[in-house]
């Protein structure tokens, strides 16, 4: 992978025992800058040029305070692929005066650690130097290899800086995760990635890049940065050979392997879009829920809005023809809430097949509607005397019958008010087989128990 810290100077560091601080070398990088990625020579090195990550950064926050006071903690910064990880810890460790060790647990084993725990003494025992340990994919090394750190962080002997995309509480040991205080970063937003983008274009292409091609990639990247910039390098230098003036839609399409979907948020194909789901979804065919939810997704469709009608389906054409639709629509819409994409786009699909298969009804809503009409045709009617809960001036109440005290928990009373009594707003459709044999049994004993 790629270091910090380049040439002699990475020598010198991994050989130091003199418990010196460790400089960044400008002069190497700048010798070397034109052969290393896009990603590694736009990554930020102060909190100002940061894009992204505002909530584990306002004024005053742990992490802000770690980074500007050079004072750092042990942590484990735990987020998606390109969301700043790396960034975050190597900006920790260059405002300490500690030496920064970065290992990664794709290739390190316990040799490495005890090599970087070997220098760390050396260093405190030398002249109390410091030592900030960056260990990329820390979910990488097992308990043992997790357990080897344990005793070096514990007494202070080392700075422990874990990255990692997985959770922590299940990927972590809970002895050294006791020990590490978490940051949660979150995915880049459409504008962060855009704003990166831009940034690195501007400074460090030699061609001009075209406005759609970075929305394009901002848009398709799903909030990892490090893809963005990859593509859109690749994306620059295949137009620089071809003897392109600027990189164009096209060409970062095919750096990025995916095309762009003619699909505009704002415009007459976001309805559209969602229209098109909604009719096949309630013609129950999943095939084709499933083509215009992949359309509106591949388009940078809001999931939100996407699931807010999936909620609004699930009761309005399915309803008590499959209860459980609203259930599964609602649970889709926590997912969104609270996972997000790119994962949260699996808790949409199973949504869409179910709520394309399950048996359609509009019973509900006709009922309603039916209802609705006859009070603004009728108004109000005031509610029977037997049904207010409280005795009011000048007027009787009392007589309520509990249909808990009653056979089958059925009540005998007329529940309307006199005016509506015997009208009928809700009548089941065929997908509702089991709510009619149920509601005519319910009407046949109240009319029983009238008589």
């Known amino acids: 992978m790629d270091t910090l810290f380049d040439g002699e100077f990475a020598r010198e560091l991994a050989k130091d025992s003199s418990g010196g601080v460790a400089k960044r070398n400008t002069a190497g990088e700048q010798s070397t800058a034109a052969g290393r990625p896009l990603a590694v020579r736009a ?18 926050s742990g992490l802000r305070v770690a980074i500007e006071q050079g004072n750092p903690h042990s942590m484990v910064l735990y987020g998606p692929p390109g969301s700043g990880k790396t960034t975050l810890a190597r900006m920790v460790g260059e405002s300490s005066r500690a030496a920064f060790e970065e290992l990664s647990a794709v290739q390190a084993g316990r040799a490495e650690v005890r ?83 831009q940034r690195a274009a501007s400074q460090d292409l030699t061609v001009e890049v075209a406005q759609e091609a970075l929305e394009f990639l901002a848009a398709r990247s799903e909030g990892d940065a490090r893809t963005a910039l990859n593509a859109l390098e690749l994306a620059g230098a295949t137009a620089a050979e071809l003897g392109e003036e600027r990189v164009s839609l096209a060409r970062v399409e095919d750096a990025l392997q995916r095309r762009a979907v003619l699909f505009d948020k704002q415009g007459d194909r976001h309805y559209d879009y969602i229209s098109a789901w909604i009719k096949a979804t309630r013609g129950s065919d999943p095939d084709a829920s499933l083509y215009y939810l992949a359309v509106m997704l591949e388009g940078g469709e809001d999931p939100r809005f996407i699931v807010r009608r999936m909620v609004i389906l699930a009761s309005e054409d399915i309803g008590n023809a499959d209860p459980g639709a609203l259930s599964v629509a609602t649970a889709a819409a926590l997912a969104v809430d609270r996972v997000g994409l790119p994962e949260a786009r699996y808790a949409l699909a199973q949504a869409a097949i179910y709520l394309a298969l399950a048996p359609k009804s509009d019973a509900a809503g006709r009922a309603l509607a039916a209802a609705e009409s006859h009070v603004r045709d009728h108004g109000a009617a005031p509610v029977p005397a037997w049904l207010r809960p409280g005795p009011r001036p000048g007027q009787q109440t009392g007589g309520y019958e509990n249909p808990h005290r009653r056979p089958g928990h059925v009540s005998s009373q007329e529940l309307l008010p006199d005016t509506v009594a015997g009208e009928r707003f809700y009548e089941p459709d065929d997908a509702e087989a089991e709510l009619a044999l149920r509601l005519e049994e319910i009407r046949r004993a109240r009319r029983s128990d009238a008589r």
């Open 43 to 60: 990554r930020p090195t102060t909190l100002e040029e940061l894009v992204g990550q505002s909530h584990l950064l306002g004024q005053g």
């Open 115 to 197: 090599a970087v725990i070997e220098r760390a003494a050396h260093r405190r025992a030398a002249n109390g130097g410091q030592t900030v340990l960056f260990l990329d994919e820390i979910h990488r090394f097992n308990k043992a290899q997790q357990d080897a750190l344990l005793p070096a962080v514990e007494e202070g002997l080392i700075t422990l800086i874990g990255a990692t995309t997985e959770n922590p509480a299940f990927e972590v040991n809970g002895a050294l995760l006791s020990r590490l205080r978490v940051y949660a970063l979150s995915p880049l937003s459409v504008p962060e990635v855009e704003t990166v983008l």
